[in-house]
């Protein structure tokens, strides 16, 4: 797998982080320990799931194997300034004629409705890819603790409390990171 040079990063020996942040920084500590005879989980910080880094050889010939940090985004054919491209779209004979009829015609009514769309699932979206996350990052490295499953049963129900009590014995770096990566789940209770 290739891994971004500006990815966002945890790394664990056990249950005791080893590092955090850019994977330029992370893979360094990571290559460190594991010269060292540790055993470490790295794990993508924003999505849980773990991460393999080809740690082959010396610390440099490992850092040149990261990707650059993405840039900017390449255009194609369409509106380049927008970043708009032409795809193809199957709709009944009806649903063309309601967008013909539309103020700008189809594409402006399809791309207002589907920003719609986007702004309406925005919230349950990101409730659930917290969840998602926060339970890879958990079954990997949490299934071991006191209070995993009542703590997974919580993350699941939306009980910020109760999930908060169930981690709150795990090893600080392991709580920490998992309690960030559920915060998007709870909504606005967390974020004040």
């Known amino acids: 797998m290739t891994v971004p040079a500006d990815q966002a990063l945890l790394a664990f020996a056990g249950h005791r982080l080893l590092a955090r942040g850019p994977a330029t920084e992370v893979v360094a500590a990571v290559k460190t320990a ?7 989980l790295t794990f993508d910080a924003v999505s849980g799931g ?23 985004e390449k255009r194609g054919p369409g509106r380049p300034k927008l970043g708009v491209t032409a795809r193809e779209v199957t709709l009944l004979p009806r649903h063309w004629d309601w967008l013909a009829g539309q103020p700008g015609g189809a594409s402006v009514a399809l791309r207002k409705l589907v920003e719609g769309a986007l702004k309406e699932a925005e919230g349950p979206d990101r409730a659930r890819r917290a969840k998602e996350a926060a339970y890879r990052f958990m079954t990997a490295i949490a299934g071991d603790l006191p209070g995993y499953e009542a703590a997974v049963r919580r993350l699941f129900a939306g009980d910020w ?26 909504g606005e209770r967390v974020k004040a």
């Not at 594991?34 to 470490?40: L, S």
């Not at 169930?166 to 998007?184: L, S």
Request: aromatic share 6%.
């Open 161 to 186: 409390t109760a999930f908060d009590a169930a981690v709150e014995g795990w090893p600080e770096g392991v709580r920490d990171a998992v309690r960030g990566m559920a915060a998007g789940a709870w």
């Open 34 to 40: 594991t010269d060292a005879g540790e055993t470490v």
């Open 50 to 72: 773990v991460v393999d880094l080809d740690l082959r050889g010396e610390i440099a010939a490992v850092l040149a194997r990261l990707t650059p940090a993405s840039g900017p």
